[in-house]
């Protein structure tokens, strides 16, 4: 089966944006998709990706009214501001890791965690859900079919940091400096918007 691996954070605006394509994309492909939380604030830096709050003004207003287009273009709800993003890392540093331990705990347990991944971000940017908070994420997992309490509870078991650990370095890596991320085969399509091109290059992929 075909491997494809998903770089992001699950504070990406992007990553939810893309998140039904994606899946499309996965069911019509037969690909195994791999879900890479990563520490987007550390690889950043060594990549050569700007984080919004680090961004002149003109391409902060710019980031806005794209993320206003594509939420007009694709038809999914989506706060411009949503109340919990973003949080600053004085108040809490893990604010937006938490859900990516939960995805990540759900892989290593055996589940398809997209449909989790797109919950979380779901809550944080159409629904006004704080996923930095253990009872929300817990809630959401319940409500899309997992065990919330028992995910939230290896959110910080060592298998789990560990995995976050080398999607991290990964990251760097495959020079990863956006989220989300797709490699396919070691070739990287960053942004929702080139999800179109990750599908062709899967189909050439399948064709040869």
């Known amino acids: 089966m075909i491997a ?6 699950l504070s990406s605006p992007w990553a939810y944006l893309g998140g039904p394509q994606l899946q499309d994309i996965v069911r019509r492909h037969h690909v195994k998709l791999v879900l890479k939380p990563y520490d987007f604030q550390a690889v950043a830096p060594q990549t050569g990706g700007i984080p919004l709050k680090s961004r002149p003004e003109p391409r902060r207003s710019y980031h806005a009214l794209e993320l206003a287009r594509w939420r007009e273009h694709l038809g999914m709800a989506l706060n411009l501001a949503p109340a919990h993003y973003p949080k600053g890392a004085a108040s809490d540093p893990n604010w937006n890791k938490y859900p990516g331990w939960m ?4 892989q290593l347990q055996g589940h398809d965690a997209q449909p989790l991944s797109h919950a979380l971000l779901r809550a ?10 253990a009872a929300v994420r817990i809630a959401v997992a319940d409500e899309n079919g997992y065990d919330g309490a028992a995910l939230q509870a290896l959110e910080q078991a060592a298998e789990t ?9 990964q990251a760097v890596e495959h020079g990863v400096f956006g989220a989300p991320t797709y490699v396919l085969n070691g070739e990287r399509f960053w942004g929702q918007d080139r999800l179109a091109f990750l599908d062709r290059a899967l189909d050439r992929l399948r064709a040869g």
Do not use: K
């Not at 944080?124 to 908070?133: G, S, V």
């Not at 940091?161 to 370095?169: C, D, E, F, I, M």
């Open 4 to 9: 494809l691996d998903c770089y992001y954070s």
């Open 103 to 106: 995805v990540i705990a759900a």
């Open 124 to 133: 944080l940017w159409a629904e006004e859900r704080d996923t930095a908070d």
């Open 161 to 169: 940091l560990a995995t976050y650990r080398v999607n991290s370095a």
